[in-house]
């Protein structure tokens, strides 16, 4: 029974090493990608529209999308319009964000 067992050996060592190679890295949560405004940006006029892109579908989560403006005041989007795949999410203000950093 050992001389079986030392015989399968190498071929279960080898099958779990192509097991593991062959599986890629799994990611199960959506990044964010990018925004309009830049993220990190400065805003010199007032913005009407705030686009953010992540890397797969989003939804909101909590109270949903909230903005801090530079008088410190937390707003809420007047419109937020997804895309069909919920990975472009555009925020409209009425009246527009007031122009300095904004935080999203």
Known sequence: MRAVR??????????????LAATGPVSAHTG???SDPVDGSIVE???ET???A?????EPAGEGFVILEP????????VVAPD?????????????????????
């Open 50 to 52: 705030v686009t953010l």
């Open 71 to 78: 008088s410190g005041t937390i707003r809420t989007p007047d």
């Open 45 to 47: 006029t007032a913005v």
């Open 32 to 34: 964010f990608e990018s």
């Open 84 to 104: 069909s795949a919920q990975q472009t999410w555009t925020l409209g203000f009425d009246p527009p964000l007031a122009d300095g950093m904004v935080g999203v």
């Open 6 to 19: 030392r015989a399968l050996l190498p071929f279960a060592a080898l099958s779990s090493i192509l097991v």
């Open 54 to 58: 992540f890397s797969g579908p989003a």
